[in-house]
């Protein structure tokens, strides 16, 4: 079936460093492919997403790519702040029809001042 | 303004009370679900719903139960709780169709003893 694996442990950076945080996919066909958002204490939201292969999708500084080849969809943002501490979840869409979310682990990420 | 609202958002309660979660949403989707997020193991789906009087089990359905009897609202039964669902929950929903954005609710904070 349909999964998503991330990249193992939190991420604890300095402010203004680069992240990355590592996301790949196992699906039959063309899924959408999402990353979402969890701040403390609140649901997750829509951080990005892509819908076909080689489509960037990017919001607040965040891009990620649509990669069929490596099955990837990395998350990178060039510059973090202390405001992007939360935890990230890459998730990809079920082809079933069903609209089933398959996410993976999530990665907490602190950053430091 | 747009939103998934659940409630309660934090609940204690005892092995075998029966309790219910609800959950209701503003954008006339047609999709909702509910998912269950547990440390080390993301989010996983519990029950979805592809229109009113239409629900159907996600990965992780046991010792659930849900109705989906106004397109709105999407209320999660718990009949008989046991300690190995003490979780937290979100409610979700979207349009159908696997690119679209689900939109979640804050979470209900469950604790079983």
């Known amino acids: 079936g349909n999964s998503v694996t991330q990249m193992e442990g939190p991420v604890t950076l300095s402010e203004e460093a680069f992240l990355t945080i590592n996301c790949t996919y196992t699906a039959t066909g063309y899924p959408s492919l999402f990353w979402y958002v969890q701040y403390p204490g609140e649901g997750l939201q829509l951080l990005l997403k892509?819908?076909?292969?080689?489509d960037k999708g990017s919001n607040k500084g965040f891009e990620a790519t649509y990669r069929k080849e490596t099955t990837s969809f990395h998350l990178e943002k060039g510059s973090v702040q202390v405001s992007d501490s939360a935890v990230y979840f890459c998730?990809?869409?079920?082809?079933?029809?069903?609209?089933?979310?398959?996410f993976g682990k999530g990665n907490q990420v602190v950053v430091i001042p | 303004e747009a939103q998934v609202t659940q409630n309660p958002r934090y609940l204690i309660t005892v092995t075998g009370k029966k309790l219910t979660v609800t959950c209701s949403q503003n954008?006339?989707?047609?999709?909702m679900s509910w998912y269950r997020q547990d440390p080390g193991l993301g989010l996983r789906q519990i029950y979805y719903?592809?229109?009113?009087?239409?629900?159907d089990k996600g990965d992780v359905p046991e010792g659930y139960k849900v109705s989906r009897k106004e397109k709105r609202n999407f209320p999660l039964i718990l009949e008989s709780p046991s300690p190995n669902q003490t979780s937290l929950y979100f409610c979700?929903?979207?349009?159908?169709?696997?690119?679209?954005?689900?939109?979640f609710g804050p979470g209900t904070r469950l604790t079983v003893t």
């Open positions: 892509a819908t076909k292969a080689d």
């Open positions: 979700a929903s979207s349009l159908k169709g696997a690119s679209y954005e689900q939109y």
């Open positions: 954008m006339n989707h047609e999709y």
């Open positions: 719903s592809m229109n009113v009087e239409v629900t």
């Open positions: 998730a990809l869409s079920d082809l079933r029809g069903n609209n089933r979310l398959a």
